[in-house]
């Protein structure tokens, strides 16, 4: 009974500091020491950049299944609305577009289910605002807020759609897309951007990146690598953190913003400031940007 006792606590000195040892890292990872404004991952625990990047991925490819759903969908609608046009309809292009909207539906209702990602959808207002843009030209939806739990942070989507074909402003210059968080300030992990042209063809175009305290911008060229192409459409997102407590019953504004230029005119500055997203341009025409705002109690 003695040499049994002895194993049993033996085997709980071995077992204890392990156990001590993974707590003491999930609590590491939950509070993290972080700067406001662009981290550098580099100086994050292992573990937590392991996280980060697996969370990459999924996220990334939610958003990326989202957009492609929505091209289909637009397609299968115009194949409907020209046979029904000329009397020609069928079952299959009917069938055809009930089942990609129905699963469009899906992904955009379920985020929590596919990806881990639960919205928080208690949107205060509900509103457009598109200064300096023409609102034929393109569209840029209203900021969407996720908090995901396998990483303990937030996720800030947002996509752009143009809405006519213009050959004149296609290509040929920068555009940019970014979110702006106002009144409260956020340490951001990572941005990203995908488009895709007329055609339905994904691009993940050459960047650069603007990170603070108050979001993000990324300034993205479709005319680079030897690819021209027009970015008709998409997507962009950001990882964060509160800087400060998590903003416990206060309403904070976050604003999308979509640039696009042509013709030689390019983006020659921007600042993601308390206010707003600032963007310089190299001429005064050729460019247009439309914007959008979701205003989210937490």
């Not at 969370?55 to 490819?61: G, K, L, S």
């Amino acid at each position: 009974m003695k040499e049994k006792l002895l194993a049993i606590a033996f085997a709980l000195v071995l077992f204890l500091p392990s156990h001590a040892a993974f707590a003491s890292e999930k609590e590491t990872i939950t509070n993290l020491n972080l700067p406001a404004g662009q981290v550098d991952l580099q100086t994050l625990p292992l573990d937590f950049q392991d996280i980060l990047a697996q969370r990459t991925a999924e996220i990334n490819r939610y958003f990326e299944k989202i957009e492609e759903l929505k091209i289909q969908t637009e397609l299968a609608e115009k194949e409907v609305l020209e046979q029904n046009e000329f009397g020609t309809l069928t079952m299959n292009s009917l069938s055809n577009y009930n089942e990609v909207s129905s699963e469009l539906e899906y992904y955009q209702n379920n985020s929590l289910e596919i990806v881990g990602l639960e919205k928080i959808s208690n949107d205060v207002h509900d509103y457009i605002i598109q200064p300096l843009s023409t609102n034929t030209q393109a569209s840029v939806s209203k900021p969407t807020v996720y908090y995901d739990n396998d990483s303990q942070s937030y996720v800030a989507s947002t996509d752009w759609n143009w809405k006519e074909v213009n050959p004149d402003n296609n290509n040929k210059g920068r555009d940019g897309i970014g979110i702006h968080v106002a009144q409260e300030k956020i340490s951001l992990f990572d941005s990203h951007v995908n488009s895709w042209d007329y055609n339905g063809n994904k691009y993940s175009p050459s960047n650069a990146k603007e990170g603070s305290a108050n979001g993000y911008h990324i300034e993205f060229d479709d005319n680079s690598n030897g690819k021209s192409y027009s970015a008709h459409r998409g997507t962009s997102w950001m990882f964060f953190r509160w800087y400060d407590a998590k903003p416990v019953g206060k309403t904070v504004n976050f604003n999308s913003q979509y640039t696009h230029t042509w013709s030689g005119i390019n983006i020659t500055g921007v600042t993601v400031g308390v206010t707003s997203i600032g963007i310089s341009f190299s001429g005064s025409g050729n460019n247009w940007k439309t914007t959008n705002y979701s205003a989210i109690k937490f």
